[in-house]
T-cell receptor, first 114, second 116 residues
Framework: AQKITQTQPGMFVQEKEAVTLDCTYD???????LFWYKQPSSGEMIFLIY??????QNATEGRYSLNFQKARKSANLVISASQLGDSAMYFC???????????FGTGTRLQVFP | EPEVTQTPSHQVTQMGQEVILRCVPI?????FYWYRQILGQKVEFLVS????????KSEIFDDQFSVERPDGSNFTLKIRSTKLEDSAMYFC??????????????FGPGTRLTVL
């Protein structure tokens, strides 16, 4: 079954610290993509970072990096130097070659405190 | 930077009424999607649309739902007879290509639908 699992319903981190949000995935497909989206309290979905299944290097976008461990089927999001504005829900999603849809996890609510 | 827009931002309707949610995808994108997110739950795929046809739909997307691209810019989701359980945030998204494994889908800000 194609599935995304986010086991952390909530996380707290102090400003300027790094935080890792966990994501594991399940698919038998060889070609897939993993995405992270941020959803602030205003509700919109903001794309953060993408990792393709054939990418050998971990993706990075500014303060965001993706710790991709293919054998473990994990794609954890690392946010370095957390800022108060990082407080939001974070969703991990998977895309497959054979379908148009993105499969989302249940999300992790991150709260950054001063 | 181009973005997906959605109107209205919030729609309140009575059970049994028809609603139309509107989206303007990014202009050079060819593939369009609707997702929904029931409050506190994960985002769920409803339907994808390409070349004026539905290319894929989920089991949620039953006969009460329909999609249309009435002109060159708008993409709409119609719910014919709303139910209480249709209350959710509805997201429109668009992408340049198909196949979700390598294509970023750009999401709009969402329409919050409340059915009373």
């Amino acid at each position: 079954a194609q599935k995304i699992t986010q086991t952390q319903p909530g996380m707290f981190v102090q400003e300027k610290e790094a935080v890792t949000l966990d994501c594991t995935y399940d698919t038998s497909d060889q070609s897939y993509g993993l995405f992270w989206y941020k959803q602030p309290s205003s509700g919109e979905m903001i794309f953060l970072i993408y990792q393709g299944s054939y990418d050998e290097q971990n993706a990075t976008e500014g303060r965001y990096s993706l710790n991709f461990q293919k054998a473990r089927k994990s794609a954890n999001l690392v946010i370095s130097a957390s800022q108060l504005g990082d407080s939001a829900m974070y969703f991990c999603a998977m895309g497959l070659r054979t379908t148009d849809k993105l499969i989302f996890g249940t999300g992790t609510r991150l709260q950054v405190f001063p | 930077e181009p973005e997906v827009t959605q109107t209205p931002s919030h729609q309140v309707t009575q059970m049994g009424q028809e609603v139309i949610l509107r989206c303007v995808p990014i202009s050079n994108h060819l593939y369009f999607y609707w997702y929904r997110q029931i409050l506190g739950q994960k985002v769920e795929f409803l339907v994808s649309f390409y070349n004026n046809e539905i290319s894929e739909k989920s089991e949620i997307f039953d006969d009460q739902f329909s999609v249309e691209r009435p002109d060159g810019s708008n993409f709409t989701l119609k719910i014919r007879s709303t139910k209480l359980e249709d209350s959710a945030m509805y997201f429109c998204a668009s992408s340049v290509n198909s196949g979700s494994s390598y294509n970023e889908q750009f999401f709009g800000p969402g329409t919050r639908l409340t059915v009373l």
